[in-house]
């Protein structure tokens, strides 16, 4: 078949350009003319994608010519995350507080900002794409058949169980109790035991189940250990698929959901096992249903962890309570922000910078993706004036309700429009 990752982004790209999210906020924030070029553009591209193959292995000036596809296709892919990441957090469900006031100040309030950024973007990834079609005519491709709606295939943004972080700050707790909860369940009668994670987002709920999935207590207990990365799409075969590789498998020719699970259950079947199921979006029952089925295979004490940031969705997969877990202390805060922001410089502190950044690490009310943005920020300003110019933007008038906490959202939109 063609260049495997272009088809497989083009796939992506179709399957975002449809989905519902991004249909409804395109027709509400003034951009459907401009997501709809996008996917006429796309269209007269992949419609000659599959006759690709045979040519380029002939001429260099075909592989160029895929070259340069990918290289737009994945900045079309990225513009399409960060519209359908906005179009979420502009979701009831999602907004409230500080997310509310600060996000609505850079689109709902605002929307002329919001279309006027997201626009340009479209615009510029379509024009490059025009330049691509119109010279993909020399090389008298034929036309296919075109199908847009499989992606599950495609190419994702996957988190690993590898924990990047030098030092994790005020998670030790959290981290001892899962961990003695694992280690304990070998007793229990259930066949598969399921903790879920819970919180708002930047929380680290992906760091924390990294720590107690690379604890070496835990790797000696299970006898097999599986990272997947979930994400918004909860795609039963896909999630098959990634579990069987995890562990070590192979699916081979293997195309449909039956004989895959078939395969999954031979592998799972009599060992202890623990599988972490990482940022699960998922509400629907019934597709939790149909993967937890092939799961209850285990012998006893096998674990599943799921992190999500809504609680329904985690009492819809727990079997035990659920782990909730709670902003960074004051003086975990502050230490992690410390270490990001004046570790470079030497043991002698700026006095002054230091009452600066104690205020501004207490308005991010704990959330340690906000401090880590903000720590790395100043890292690399030196002068007073400019964490005082940060410190008295009007962003921080911004509060959540009730508190002077400006929450995660605030502090990376905010991130985002600071020179």
Known sequence: MADAIVSSLLDLIFGNLNSSLVQEFGLAWGLKKELQKLESTLSTIQAVIHDTEEQQTKSKAVVNW??????????????LDDFATEALLQRPEMRGGAIKQVCNFFS???PILFRFKMAHKIKNVVERLDEIAAEKAKFHFREGVVDKG???DAERRLTSYFVIEPEVY?????????????????NRQDDVSIYAIFGMGGLGKTTLAQLVYSNEMVKEHFQLNVWVCVSMEF????????????A???????SELDPMQCRLREILNGKR???????VWNEKQEEWDKLKSVLRCGARGSSIIVTMRSEKIGRMMATLPLHQLE?????DSWSLFKRLAFDSRGSEYDQNLIAIGEDMVQKCGGVPLAIKALGGLFRFKDKESDWLAIKESEMWDIPEEGNDIISLEAMLCFLLYIP
Not at 170 to 186: F, P, S, T, W
Not at 327 to 331: E, G, I, R
């Open 66 to 79: 895929l070259r340069k596809l990918k290289d737009v296709a994945y900045d079309a892919d990225d513009v």
């Open 248 to 254: 070590g498998g192979t699916v081979g020719d293997l």
């Open 273 to 279: 096992f623990l599988i972490v199921l990482d940022d």
């Open 327 to 331: 902003l960074l202390s004051k003086d």
């Open 170 to 186: 005020g998670r030790n707790e959290d981290r001892e109790k899962i961990i003695q909860l694992l280690l304990a369940n070998v």
């Open 108 to 110: 709902h309030r605002n």
């Open 150 to 152: 499989d992606n599950s």
């Open 235 to 246: 795609d039963v075969k896909r999630l098959t698929r990634a579990i069987i590789e995890s």
